[in-house]
Nanobody, 120 residues
Framework: QVQLVESGGGLVQAGGSLTLSCAAS????????MGWYRQFPGKQRELVTA???????THAETVKGRFTISTDNTWSTVYLLMNDLKPEDTAVYYC??????????????WGQGTQVTVSS
């Protein structure tokens, strides 16, 4: 089992920046992909960005050029640097991890979510 705990959410003005962190614990040797998803009210969870140990990376078109994903060397922490935030980025952001070595499929482990609110 893997436990994921997000931090760093909050309120920011449009055009500002925010960094989310997600710490993984437990059997982290099973993790080959880590990523971030978000959920708008009344909508399904959607991919923001994800990266795999094999070097694969994917981003939603709406965040390309603004959001950057990175991990530490041990793949126990994943970060999401969000620049030039827009009100439409307001959502609950979830950390995700899994054993598949592809960023194109969601992993089986989820964090509890952290709220990001962007004011206009």
């Amino acid at each position: 089992q893997v436990q994921l705990v997000e931090s760093g959410g909050g309120l920011v003005q449009a055009g500002g920046s925010l960094t989310l962190s997600c710490a993984a614990s437990g059997n982290i040797f099973n993790i080959n992909t880590m990523g971030w998803y978000r959920q708008f009210p009344g909508k399904q969870r959607e991919l923001v960005t994800a990266v795999s140990r094999g070097g694969g990376i994917t981003h939603a078109e709406t965040v390309k050029g603004r959001f950057t994903i990175s991990t530490d060397n041990t793949w126990s922490t994943v970060y999401l640097l969000m620049n030039d935030l827009k009100p439409e980025d307001t959502a609950v952001y979830y950390c995700n991890a899994g054993p598949l070595n592809t960023p194109l499929r969601a992993g089986i482990f989820w964090g509890q979510g952290t709220q990001v609110t962007v004011s206009s």
